[in-house]
């Protein structure tokens, strides 16, 4: 009964590569999230889609992009990726409508580029 | 969204209390104050929020002060699985905008609870 599932819980590349992180919640919330922990443990927000339509985009380089198939996926596509790409990548969601809702998140991905 | 200070670190003995201070002398009325918590290795975890009213809920309480200007998360009973890094955030009340359900995290306070 996991309420935000994120694949793969670790994800080892090298320099240069594409590679993708997925994510699913079975809450019925119609916002999901993208946040990135580096190695100092500063935690910011990274997407957010709310209906499948990107609404908070950070300052990310474009080799990031989010797909949204569906409310309840937010996947990560990362390409040509670089060493400060090395972070753990948590995904969230919550229910949109009306005032802020408490953000449930994801384990987490632990992405480390070589 | 207002900006929070928050003491590095704190110690809490098993069963006791533990108070965990915020201040954010800057919120404005339409901001809501958060707490998170982030167990070692794991997503954050949704704690408590309020306005302007105490709250209670099943894991904690919320106290903030009549001017707003500051707050403070309590766990009545502390116990060794509280130990974790504590975030206070204040976030805007409305819905819509680009800003729009935005958590902006800062580095929190380290709660080591010790039997």
């Known amino acids: 009964d996991t309420a935000v599932s994120q694949t793969p819980k670790y994800l080892v590349t090298q320099m240069g590569n594409d590679k993708s992180i997925k994510c699913e919640q079975n809450l019925g919330h119609d916002t999901m999230y993208w946040y990135k922990q580096d190695s100092k443990k500063f935690l910011k927000i990274m997407f957010s889609?709310?209906?499948?339509?990107?609404?908070i985009n950070e300052t990310v380089p474009n080799r990031f992009s989010p797909k949204s198939p569906d409310k309840a996926h937010l996947n990560l596509h990362i390409n040509s990726l670089e060493l400060g790409d090395s972070a753990v990548y948590f995904c969230?969601?919550?229910?949109?409508?009306?005032?802020?809702?408490?953000?449930?998140f994801g384990p987490g991905t632990r992405l480390t580029v070589t | 969204d207002a900006k929070t200070t928050q003491p590095t670190s704190m110690d809490c003995a098993e069963g006791r209390a533990a108070n965990l201070p915020c201040n954010h002398s800057?919120?404005?009325?339409?901001?809501?104050v958060y707490w998170y918590r982030q167990i070692h290795s794991q997503g954050p975890q949704y704690i408590i929020h309020?306005?302007?009213n105490n709250e209670t809920n099943e894991m904690a309480s919320l106290i903030i002060t009549e001017d707003r200007k500051s707050s403070t998360l309590i766990l009545p009973h502390a116990t060794l699985r509280d130990t974790a890094v504590y975030y206070c955030i204040v976030r805007v009340r409305s819905a819509g905008g680009t800003s729009y359900g935005k958590l902006t995290f800062g580095q929190g306070t380290i709660l080591t609870v010790h039997p």
């Open positions: 309020g306005l302007k």
């Open positions: 800057t919120i404005s009325g339409n901001e809501y």
């Open positions: 889609y709310n209906n499948k339509e990107l609404i």
């Open positions: 969230a969601s919550s229910q949109g409508t009306g005032r802020p809702r408490e953000q449930y």
